[in-house]
């Protein structure tokens, strides 16, 4: 049987010119035809153009600004996960340390308040119980504790401890990971500690002359892409020669082997920390001293029986929620992989945002296109890691009208992140009352709308921002400004595709209206 393909292809049959076409219609016809290519092949042409001149375009410059923990880093995941998503995969197995440091770390900080119910005699009475390696310290970890209430607190739990025989010995059975805390921290370098140097220094370090040129700004040895650097090297990879040495060789070995026995020893405790975390007298306490370790940075503890098992590979929402600080100052190249855009490159920088770090800033600040600005707004009852007698949100505040005010920036697009949304909506929800840290905020509606969102009668924290920015910029800028969540990627990413056009083009839409 012969098969008639113009007739059984619907689209060859469509198209087909009409059998009884005059050679009139048929010239017009092939007119038209060669028309469209033309057109057809000039669009081509432009597309290959706009790439090539977005290829030789210079890179647009974006910095992240904001006190420590506001979401930087966090942010710099979404822009990967939206435009570099080849490169988020590549990075994403090399989460697992920091993951499983975070992990222990929520562990041990809810040890270091149970051993505070437990009479001190009552540790040591027993050490024989403790599955212990040689060399572990007993006792908490956390150093900041009020000495006196301590004391007292100590004394009257003496008498009637919440906590029983199981208790304790969920705790001695968890106590290896002390040791599993202190060989990832050492392991992943110094960002990995989230030890801040305490004090007063600035607010905006650069407005006082305390800033330091670029060279010195610059942590090129333990910024969390080392951190990531060194969990990316596969097994039998070619040692660099910086690290080519029998001695590096050594101290690698004993690296891997420490993460391994940490991968070992997080697995056999598990079911002991599921146990821990869901106990609820060990909630009760946790209450009691109002510790909410879910609402802290890096939280797996609900997922602990995934995270700690054998074999765990962080999914896309581990690596977004996992917590490594940034020192110094972190480049990221983004080259967009997909879309109209392919082929442009980013380049974000991410900055540490303690206050000790914020003397790296300054030389950042000439010749970048735009600037995220991250104000954790969830922190207005919280204070400062690195100086107890700052609110968070009053710092936020000020470091913004730093950067509002800095000359050097008068031209540079601002853009204003007001993140952790969700937490905000759960305090509020849980009663804590904005009035009683901000007192003007009055009788007004205790919450998410009436306190983020700017409005002639409820003016508070976007207003806040948007006064400070009106009031202190050198010459008049607009105000974006975004409720973001960046934990939250689906969300986020609609967020960062208005913002990242809007920077392109210069010419951003705010997603909150005034
Ligand atoms: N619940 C919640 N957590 C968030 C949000 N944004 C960031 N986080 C978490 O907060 C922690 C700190 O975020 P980072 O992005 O590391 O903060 P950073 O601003 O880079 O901090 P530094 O590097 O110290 O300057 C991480 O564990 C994040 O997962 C948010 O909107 N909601
Ligand atoms: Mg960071």
């Avoid at 098969?3 to 016809?29: H, K, N, V």
């Avoid at 070992?264 to 007298?281: F, N």
């Avoid at 977004?320 to 920088?349: D, F, N, P, S």
């Avoid at 950042?364 to 104000?375: G, K, P, S, T, W």
Wanted: with cysteine; glycine share 4%.
């Amino acid at each position: 049987m012969v098969l008639d393909l113009e007739s059984s292809d619907p689209l060859a049959a469509a198209i087909a010119p009409p059998p009884d076409e005059t050679p009139e219609q048929r010239w017009a016809r092939e007119q038209r035809e060669a028309q469209a290519r033309r057109i057809s092949e000039q669009i081509d042409e432009q597309i290959r153009a706009e790439k090539q001149a977005m290829k030789k375009r210079k890179p647009m410059k974006l910095l992240l600004l904001g006190q420590s923990e506001s979401g930087k880093s966090t942010t710099v995941k979404n822009f990967q996960l939206a435009y570099a998503y080849d490169a988020f995969l590549a990075e994403r197995a090399a989460w697992r340390a920091v993951i499983h440091l975070n992990l222990v770390r929520s562990v041990n900080s809810i040890l270091d308040v149970l051993y505070r119910e437990l009479p001190e005699k009552t540790i040591i009475s027993d050490p024989g119980a403790r599955p212990y390696t040689p060399g572990l310290d007993v006792g908490p970890l956390d150093a900041d504790i009020d000495e006196e209430d301590d004391e007292r607190e100590y004394l009257s739990d003496f008498l009637e401890s919440p906590l029983n025989d199981s208790h304790r010995a969920l705790m001695l059975r968890l106590g290896p990971l002390r040791m599993v805390q202190r060989d990832l921290e050492r392991f992943l370098g110094a960002a990995s500690s989230e030890e801040v140097h305490s004090g007063s220094a600035d607010v905006a370090p650069w407005n006082t002359g305390g800033w330091r040129p670029r060279e010195f700004a610059v942590t090129t040895r333990s910024g969390w892409k080392t951190a990531l650097n060194r969990m990316r090297q596969p097994a039998g990879h070619q040692p660099s020669l910086a690290r080519s040495s029998s001695s590096a060789r050594h101290s690698e070995k004993t690296d891997d082997a420490e993460v391994e026995a940490a991968v070992e020893i997080l697995a056999a405790c598990a079911e002991d920390m599921w146990a821990l975390w869901t106990d609820a007298t060990v909630r009760e306490v946790l209450d009691k001293r109002s510790m909410r370790p879910e609402e802290g940075p890096g939280f797996f503890l609900n997922d602990v029986m995934r995270v700690a098992a054998r074999g765990f590979e962080p999914t896309e929402d581990d690596v977004v929620r996992a917590r490594l600080r940034t020192m110094g100052v972190q480049e990221h190249r983004i080259l967009v992989e997909k879309g109209t855009e392919a082929g442009c490159e980013w380049i974000i920088y991410d900055v540490g945002g303690a206050r000790s770090l914020r003397h790296a800033w300054y030389p950042y600040f000439d010749d970048i296109n735009a600037i995220i600005f991250l104000a954790p707004i969830s922190c207005f009852d919280e204070r400062l890691a690195e100086d107890k007698r700052v609110n968070r949100l009053q710092d936020s505040l000020l470091l913004w009208k730093a950067v509002c005010s800095t000359k050097l920036l008068a031209k540079v697009q601002l853009i204003l992140f007001l993140n952790k949304c969700d937490l905000l909506e759960k305090k509020l929800a849980r009663g804590v009352r904005v009035v009683d840290y901000i007192p003007t905020y009055g009788s007004k509606p205790n919450d998410l709308e009436h306190v983020s969102r700017c409005t002639s009668s409820f003016p508070l924290f976007t207003c806040d921002f948007k006064d400070i920015s009106a009031r202190h910029s050198p010459i008049a800028r607009m105000f974006y400004s975004f409720l973001t969540t960046a934990v939250d990627t689906k969300a986020t990413r609609i967020t960062v595709a208005t913002v990242r056009e809007g920077i392109q083009r210069n010419n951003l839409k705010s997603a909150v209206l005034f």
